[in-house]
Each structure stands twice: as C-alpha cells, then as structure tokens.
T-cell receptor
Framework: DAGVTQSPTHLIKTRGQQVTLRCSPISGHKSVSWYQQVLGQGPQFIFQYYEKEERGRGNFPDRFSARQFPNYSSELNVNALLLGDSALYLC????????????FGSGTRLTVV | RKEVEQDPGPFNVPEGATVAFNCTYSNSASQSFFWYRQDCRKEPKLLMSVYSSGNEDGRFTAQLNRASQYISLLIRDSKLSDSATYLCVVNMFSTGNQFYFGTGTSLTVIP
C-alpha cells in the first residue's frame, strides 16, 4: 500500500505569489493534518480535517487555508507568500480520526525568494 | 510558555546505555500523547502512543504523568540505529483539535 504522498516534493516561489500543496492520505484514512517545519524546530500544526470538515486550526494567519475532498485527499493553500513561509510542509493521515497517531508524508520543501 | 517543552539535548550516549527523555505540557486538558522519531531530513515517524498506565514496545517504554503534566520515553540497550531526534506530541481538544510538537531531543548513540 502507498503511504501518504505529497506533491510537489520541492517548490520555489517568489514573494507575493500563491502556492497549492497536495496530499493523498493512506487508503482508508479519513483524517488529514498539515504541519509546517522550519529547520531545527518541531512541526507546527496548521490544520486538521476529518471527514471533509475542519476539526482543528493552529495559530497561522488567514493567508493559510486548506480543504479536504470527497476522496479524503487535501490541499493546503498559502497566499501572498512571505520569505518566512519557507519551510518543509508535512501532511499526515490517520485511520483513527483526530485522536489517533498520524503517518506523515515526506513533505514539500517550499522556498520563497 | 510553550505548549510542549523538551530538552533539545544533544544527548550523546554509548551503545548499550539507557537514556530517558522528558517532555512537559502546559494544558491539563490535553488528551492524547505520542512520541515520534525523526531522522535527519526525513519525515517524523510514529514511535508509540503514550498511556497513563505506561506502555512498552521492546526496548522503548513510555510513561504519562497527568498530575505533573509530563511524558517520558526510556530507551534501554541503545543501538547506533536509535540515533535520531525524538519529538513528543500532545493533542489537546478545545475549540477543535490542536496538535503540539515539542522542538525535539537529539540523540546520538556512539560506538
């Protein structure tokens, strides 16, 4: 079985641009969450979706948005990119819903120049 | 105060040693607790969930102390392959789910 897959793996964007990151959860997993990880820090929680509804939101500005589709895949959108948005963006899925441990994808490395 | 705090280390221990990591959390409403392992430039991988009764998986033992609001991870008989960053994770449900990661504790097992 495929694990959590994220695309693209690497991305370079210019300040002010918009970006969309994609995530396909493990088959059968209905819960997806997104994290931002900068070098030397632990992942920071951005969003959690379960059964296509937002169930949790971290302390990120409104420039960050996400959605989950009927097939449980998810997109993370970031508008008006800032240099500080450069990071590894991780998606994770869980079979057990919000209370379960998550399996992470290998991430999308976003560089904003 | 950060929601989850960990000693970043680094911990450098010889093979065969026993090493323990602690993690404290600030919100008593926290509900689920986990330890993850992250290798350099890789994604985090779930090591184990943490329960109040304590749980063990081979050489790894995790404990939760709700009264003192800390979780711990004990690694016995350390192997070279245990070298990684260990992240504790706390899930708190308030207005929605909030997942908080610690900054991670770096472990290097030395031959």
């Amino acid at each position: 079985d495929a694990g959590v897959t994220q695309s693209p793996t690497h991305l370079i964007k210019t300040r002010g641009q918009q970006v969309t990151l994609r995530c396909s959860p493990i088959s059968g997993h209905k819960s997806v969450s997104w994290y931002q990880q900068v070098l030397g820090q632990g992942p920071q929680f951005i969003f959690q979706y379960y059964e296509k509804e937002e169930r949790g939101r971290g302390n990120f500005p409104d420039r960050f948005s996400a959605r989950q589709f009927p097939n449980y895949s998810s997109e993370l959108n970031v508008n008006a990119l800032l240099l500080g948005d450069s990071a590894l963006y991780l998606c994770a899925s869980s079979l057990q819903g919000p209370q379960g441990g998550y399996t992470f994808g290998s991430g999308t490395r976003l560089t904003v120049v | 105060r950060k929601e989850v705090e960990q000693d970043p280390g680094p911990f450098n221990v010889p093979e065969g040693a026993t090493v323990a990591f602690n993690c404290t959390y600030s919100n008593s409403a926290s509900q689920s607790f986990f330890w993850y392992r992250q290798d350099c430039r890789k994604e985090p991988k779930l090591l184990m969930s943490v329960y109040s009764s304590g749980n063990e998986d081979g050489r790894f033992t995790a404990q939760l102390n709700r009264a003192s609001q800390y979780i711990s991870l004990l690694i016995r008989d350390s192997k070279l392959s245990d070298s990684a960053t260990y992240l504790c994770v706390v899930n708190m449900f308030s207005t929605g789910n909030q997942f908080y990661f610690g900054t991670g504790t770096s472990l290097t097992v030395i031959p």
